[in-house]
């Protein structure tokens, strides 16, 4: 099946990627104040936290008077699909963290038993975070951040198919975090609880909107973390994700994760993910992996 491709768009996200790529040069010398972690990973959108959940925390260790930011890469395989996902973000004076990411998604079984060969979705997220309140260690309240995704598909032609209402949209989340020291068992504990205001199928990786419903719904994501040491966590994510689409049902997202925080330079992070049934396939259930440089 052909791939739909929009030159201005590429042209347009290759100007994105240069200009995040300058300013993380220009800002990495001045990153260096927060501790080893705290600035979680990156999200397959983009933003900062855990793999499938964004968190409070902006990406990078830039403090109040600093840049800072990330850039990663990850892949998700469950046999029948696989997701490839690329992008990065930028903070500002760690109170605005600005995001980009480019997702593409492999059908690697659905395409071929609908008879229509490989089949691949490129999806596009653009985001923006602000810490609203609070802090992630210190005072009586979490760290609060307000963050927007707008999302826009590459070819819309099979999410269309199978019901989908709209080629793109824009979401709302609220997270708040919180950093508990030694809060388990003498380990550090990050908990993490988070709105998200959505009508996306699958991430928006089959569209938005369906035969089910149009309009956008609360939908809970939830995260937990011990960090072992200075330089490993391991944790849990849960995303919840709306049912719009009559041919298949849309079942909650799980993680366990294992992340591993060499310096303030490089992470990495190993999970193992449950989608459960995603569009008619059974039991999607794979492996996860992503690298992120930070400044």
């Known amino acids: 099946m052909p791939e739909g491709r929009r030159p201005a768009d590429s042209v347009l996200l290759r100007g994105a990627a240069a200009v995040f790529g300058v300013l993380g040069l220009l800002g990495s010398a001045l990153a260096d104040g927060q501790l080893l972690a705290t600035g979680g990973v990156s999200t397959i959108e983009g933003s900062a936290g855990g793999g499938v959940v964004p968190w409070a925390v902006l990406a990078g260790y830039g403090t109040s008077d600093e840049w800072g930011g990330s850039a990663f890469a990850s892949t998700l395989n469950t046999g029948d699909y696989r997701l490839d996902v690329a992008g990065g973000a930028l903070t500002f004076n760690n109170r605005l963290e600005l995001s980009l990411a480019r997702q593409s998604l492999r059908l690697s079984t659905l395409g071929p038993a609908l008879g229509l060969g490989a089949i691949r979705l490129e999806q596009d997220v653009v985001g923006a975070k602000l810490r609203l309140y609070g802090d992630l260690i210190y005072g009586d309240w979490p760290q609060l951040a307000l963050g927007v995704q707008h999302k826009r598909h590459r070819d819309f032609a099979i999410p269309s198919a199978v019901g989908a209402r709209s080629s793109s949209d824009t979401e709302l989340y609220l997270s ?6 030694a809060g388990a068992g003498g380990y550090n504990l990050l908990v993490n609880g988070g709105i998200r205001y959505t009508r996306a199928n699958q ?8 035969d089910q419903g149009g309009s956008r719904r609360a939908q ?16 849990a994510d849960y995303r919840q994700q709306p049912d719009l689409l009559g041919f298949a049902k849309a079942e909650d997202w799980r993680d366990l994760f294992v992340a591993w925080f060499p310096n303030r330079r490089v992470s990495g992070v190993l999970a193992y993910v449950d989608l459960g049934d995603v569009a008619t396939l059974k039991n999607q259930r794979g492996w996860y992996f992503s690298v992120v440089a930070n400044w």
């Not at 937990?224 to 966590?233: E, F, T």
């Open 220 to 235: 809970a994501e939830l995260s937990a973390a011990v960090l072992l040491n200075r330089h490993w966590a391991v944790g």
């Open 203 to 210: 991430a928006g990786l089959l569209g938005f909107g369906g």
């Open 176 to 181: 708040a975090t919180r950093l508990f020291l």
